[in-house]
Antibody, heavy 116, light 107 residues
């Protein structure tokens, strides 16, 4: 069965970096894009962008350029989200989701908490 | 960027009642509206795509309608497991955007 399993919760200090992973199984990894979606505490869903799993080309939504990097390790069917220079407002649940723009499978989410 | 406005913010209903949720786009999105359900502590779950096509395994108590800028998700008869937050999403234009959500709560 299709699964997206994300790495565990992270507690980071302001200014640090974090890398979130999303490991896919149950389907051909390169057959579907991977998207990233942010959900701040008690808030709605915010699309961060996507990565083409064939070419590795990332596309970032407005507001997610500069400090956010999407990458792949296709040898282990895994997508990564790296956030640098963390700020308190980056505290959120981060989800990976399969497919180009109809998100049919989601990871369980990774909570990133930024606090001094 | 297309703004999606969902109404009402909260819908208080009893089990067995019909729920009607609205999603309005700031410009036409053709038929490219997607609906998700999210329960506390869980990721969103795909319900309906392209206005009215139910995703695999979604019961027919969920239905969608609309076109252009006005869309509706209807839950015909609420069951306890349907009380959740519902989001619409448009995929007609980039960036992809979501509505702010409608919470369906038990009255």
């Amino acid at each position: 069965q299709v699964q997206l399993v994300q790495s565990g919760s992270e507690l980071k200090k302001p200014g640090a970096s974090v890398k979130v992973s999303c490991k896919a199984s149950g389907y051909t990894f390169t057959g579907y894009a991977v998207n990233w979606v942010r959900q701040a505490p008690g808030q709605g869903l915010e699309w961060m962008g996507w990565i083409n799993t064939n070419t590795g080309k990332p596309t970032y939504a407005p507001g997610f350029t500069g400090r956010f990097v999407f990458s792949l390790d296709t040898s282990v069917s895994t997508a990564h989200l790296q956030i640098s220079s963390l700020k308190a407002e980056d505290t959120a649940m981060y989800y990976c989701a399969r497919s180009y723009d109809i998100f049919d499978y989601w990871g369980q989410g990774t909570l990133v908490t930024v606090s001094s | 960027e297309i703004v999606l406005t969902q109404s009402p913010a909260t819908l208080s209903l009893s089990p067995g009642e019909r729920a009607t949720l609205s999603c309005r786009a700031s410009q036409s999105v053709s038929s490219y509206i997607v609906w998700y359900q999210q329960k506390p502590g869980q990721p969103p779950r795909l319900l309906i795509y392209d206005t009215s096509t139910r995703a695999t395994g979604i019961p027919d108590k969920f239905s969608g309608s609309g076109s252009g800028t006005d869309f509706t998700l209807t839950i015909s008869s609420l069951e306890p497991e349907d009380f959740a937050v519902y989001y619409c999403q448009q995929r007609n234009n980039r960036p992809i955007t979501f509505g702010q959500g409608t919470r369906v709560e038990i009255k």
